[in-house]
């Protein structure tokens, strides 16, 4: 019998806690090893994660798995399970906090089912399309339509503000700055009505496949950059905004053709 979207989400997210629990027990017993820089960090949890998420997950639903730390896939045609062992490894190395499990079912590329932990707040994200955003098990409000980035806080790397000199300029204008080092984190923060707008100019399928989802199903309007569509399948910039702050956003960054 196929599985529904109902029992999907429960085996998204008990896959999810038992992930979680091997972060936190692995807190001091991990090694660490650089990828494409000194600051592209991976751990030995980052990896054994992986491996969970998906043995549990092939197992239970025989869908294919992608993930940011080996496992690819042939194509997105059809259900394909997104992960993301660790978003934000250099805070789980660091800083201990604000970083996330991540895990998205694509069907055809588009995300349908989304679910973010967030480690160290013991806090559990999670959506099905066209059922509303959700916060260990409670509802997450629609954001607001009407009120502007300048009532609200604007998340957006370094990177961001020396490429965009007009966002650093919204910035000015807006309630401040954050920035927290787990883009899927950054971004469900619009969601939760803690920030205005997270802006990111490279997302991977893994980092923002899951939070996308949540955000929308929130209200929270989500495209590229230059207000294209955000095709999850592959890697760019994201705008993730409330709906009249996106706009202005939008407006404001792009006064000659982007
Ligand atoms: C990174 C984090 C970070 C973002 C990077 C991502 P990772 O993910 O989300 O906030 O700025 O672009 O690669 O590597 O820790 O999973
Ligand atoms: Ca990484
Ligand atoms: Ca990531
Ligand atoms: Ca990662």
Redesign the pocket.
């Known amino acids: 019998m196929p599985l529904n979207r109902e029992k999907l989400l429960e085996i998204a997210v008990d896959v999810v806690a038992e992930a979680a629990r091997l972060a936190r027990e692995s807190h001091k017993t991990y090694e660490v090893s650089t990828k494409s820089t000194r600051n ?3 751990t030995t949890v ?1 990896i054994a994660i992986e491996g969970l998420i998906t043995s549990r997950l092939h197992s239970k639903t025989g869908y294919p798995c992608m993930g ?1 730390e080996g496992h690819s896939i042939d194509s997105f045609a059809g259900p394909v399970w997104v992960i ?9 190395v660091m800083t201990h906090r604000d ?1 996330a499990i991540s895990l998205a079912l694509c069907v055809d590329g588009i995300p349908i089912i989304g679910v973010v932990c967030d480690v160290t707040a013991d806090t559990v994200y999670t959506a099905i399309e066209g059922q509303g955003a959700w916060c260990d098990g409670k509802q997450l409000s629609s954001v607001p339509e009407n009120t502007s980035f300048r009532e609200g806080i604007l998340i957006a ?1 370094v ?1 961001e503000l020396e490429a965009l000199p007009r966002l650093t300029q919204l910035v000015r204008e807006s309630r401040g700055h954050r ?6 984190l ?1 971004c469900i923060e619009v969601a939760r009505q803690q920030a205005a707008a997270f802006v ?1 100019l ?3 399928p ?2 923002i496949a899951a939070a996308q989802l949540i955000c929308q199903e929130a209200g929270v309007r989500v495209t590229r950059m230059d207000g294209t569509p955000l095709d999850t399948r592959y890697k760019g910039s994201i705008l993730a905004a409330w709906p009249q702050a996106h706009s202005e956003m939008l407006q404001r960054l792009c006064i000659d053709p982007c």
């Open positions: 592209d960090l991976v980052d940011e993301d062992p660790i978003d934000g490894t250099m805070n789980y970083y790397d990177k920035r927290y080092g787990s883009a899927a950054e990111h490279w997302v991977s893994w980092d």
